[in-house]
């Protein structure tokens, strides 16, 4: 990961070899700092904003030279709740201005929860510093700007709160916006590597990496062919059945340190995340379309993010950062192939829970790797909580478009409060209906449930319902991440390619959740 935070205390506006500011729109004209750099561009800033007519509004971004202090002063425009996409475009016009060393100065607008502003200042950062070019020459990599130093300055006329303890603070949170970074670009390596690279067992190797980065406190158990066919889990096997990469059923825990005190008082609350683990989807013998199987690498972006926390999670400790809970993942591993070993329409399938399943639809596949995990978790597990995240359904992408992820839950306290958790980390979110009546049209003549209704309509939420039939005990959160697990466009903190939706909330939520 490039680039390196350094905390500094100067006297605005300092010098170096940009300067990126954040304008608050509704404090625009009160802006000590502002006046000052209008002072020393002799009336130059003043004259921007009118010629470009700058309101600090949001995307609003303006660039000019301060000779003597900057080669390069950049102006963002925010509104309060969102500055963090509008510094992450700042550091992108940085970049493309071939700029490595920045300064970032903080002022009074951010607000005094120190921690948090260093956190997504951070993230922001190295979030923009993100690009998958490993397939490239090196040539074509070098062009890929990074900016290698941020200087996060606090003016030296700050005053207020103990200097040591607010920088502590910054530090901390500069640390947890990094650690949170790791574990997204985690992710999205994971999601852009092609399935002629990642398969099944370089899920399982990763997940050992994390087992080992974590000193103990992450262990992994992968359940092969042979182990998933002796517990039954029918619908799981039925789907890799077609391919030659064999199956994992990954499952890791995260043991935290209260419950390795073994205190009997307090209660750990239990979490399991399941994340949807299609290596390759090329929908079996219900074969897609080119255009349609094209992305379809991406179809392991739940596991993806499921990795990337437990990336993160295996690191907290050495920040001061612990999550008093007990975590558990499973990533149902496979490929959906095509073959004269595979899966055909009709068959019918046995899950975990002994519920016979038609397969009618053999690219309706995710929903048949998630009915065992989902199974599993309550069976095997325990868990109170289940939290699953799939690229599900194209249908979801209909109703909710290319940014925004569904919810679906069957508890609505928990909904809630998950639903909060995204919208706080900026990661688009909306809540659908786990409608009833709909069920019936998942209703079998010759099995228990079949994998499809017979029309597209709603596709997301009976996809959803078919998942419920298979959560009997558990809090139950389902995401469809179709839409956002995939960014044709790079903007503020997201890349082209695999963006990683999901982890920032997840992390948040496992760090409040009953807390
Ligand atoms: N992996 C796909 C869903 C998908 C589509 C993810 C586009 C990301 C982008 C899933 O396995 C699938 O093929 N779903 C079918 C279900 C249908 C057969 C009921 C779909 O959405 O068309
Ligand atoms: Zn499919
Ligand atoms: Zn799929």
Redesign the pocket.
């Known amino acids: 990961m490039i680039g390196k935070v350094k905390i500094k205390k100067i006297q605005f506006p300092s010098r170096g070899e940009a300067l990126i500011y954040i304008a608050f729109e509704d404090s625009l004209k009160k802006d000590q700092n502002l006046r000052l750099l209008n002072e020393l561009t002799a009336g130059k800033l003043q004259e921007k904003f009118k010629l470009y007519d700058f309101s600090g509004n949001e995307n609003e971004i303006l660039s000019l030279e301060l000779y003597g202090f900057y080669k390069e002063i950049i102006i963002a425009g925010v509104r309060r709740e969102n500055w963090q996409e509008s510094l992450a475009n700042a550091f992108r016009l940085a970049q493309t201005k071939k700029i490595s060393e920045v300064t970032f100065f903080y002022n009074q607008n951010f607000g005094d929860n120190f921690f948090e502003v260093a956190k997504k200042v951070a993230l922001a950062f190295y979030l923009t510093n993100y690009s998958f070019d490993c397939f490239k020459n090196k040539q074509e990599r070098q062009k890929t700007r990074k900016i290698e130093v941020l200087n996060f300055v606090i003016p030296a006329n700050f005053s207020g709160q103990n200097e040591k303890e607010v920088f502590h603070l910054l530090e901390k949170g500069v640390n947890y916006g990094r650690l949170l970074a790791e574990g997204v670009y985690l992710a999205r390596d994971l999601v852009n590597q092609p399935a002629s690279h990642l398969y099944p067992q370089t899920l399982m190797q990763e997940a050992f990496k994390i087992e080992k980065e974590s000193g103990g406190q992450i262990k992994v158990n992968v359940l092969d062919e042979n182990e998933c066919r002796r517990l039954g889990m029918g619908a799981f096997l039925a789907v890799a059945q077609g391919s030659d990469r064999k199956p994992m059923f990954i499952v890791l825990k995260y043991q935290t340190l209260l419950s390795k005190r073994g205190s009997s008082k307090e209660k750990v609350n239990s979490i399991c995340l399941i994340g949807k683990s299609?290596t390759f989807?090329s929908?079996g013998l219900?074969l897609?379309p080119s255009e349609?199987m094209e992305?379809?690498k991406?179809?392991m972006a739940g596991g993806a993010v499921v990795l990337g926390v437990f990336k993160i999670l295996a690191h907290l400790g050495k920040i001061g950062l612990n999550i008093d809970k007990e975590v558990y993942g499973i990533l149902p591993a496979c490929e959906?192939m095509p073959s004269g070993k595979a899966l055909k329409p009709g068959d019918i399938v046995s899950c975990l829970n002994g519920k016979t399943i038609e397969v009618l639809?053999t690219?309706?596949?995710?929903r048949l790797t998630l009915a065992d995990a989902l199974v599993y978790a309550q069976k095997y597990l325990k868990t109170d909580v289940i939290i699953d995240l799939a690229?599900?359904?194209?249908?979801c992408?209909v109703a909710l478009g290319k940014e925004i992820a569904g919810l679906f839950g069957n508890d609505d306290s928990l909904s809630k409060e998950f639903l909060q958790t995204a919208k706080k980390e900026g990661e688009k979110l909306w809540q659908l209906p786990l409608y009833e009546p709909y069920a019936k049209n998942l209703k079998s003549t010759v099995a228990d449930i079949k994998n499809?209704t017979g029309d597209?309509y709603g596709?997301a939420i009976t996809?959803a319902l078919f998942l419920s039939e298979f959560v009997k005990d558990a809090k139950w959160i389902h995401l469809d991440i179709?839409g956002p697990?995939?960014s044709y466009e790079t903007r503020g903190t997201t890349s082209q390619g695999a963006t990683g939706w999901g982890l920032l909330t997840i992390i948040d939520f496992l760090k409040n959740y009953g807390s």
């Open positions: 299609i989807d929908g219900s897609k349609g992305t379809m991406i179809d959906n639809n690219d309706a596949e995710g690229t599900l359904t194209g249908a992408m499809i597209r596709g996809a179709a697990a995939f």
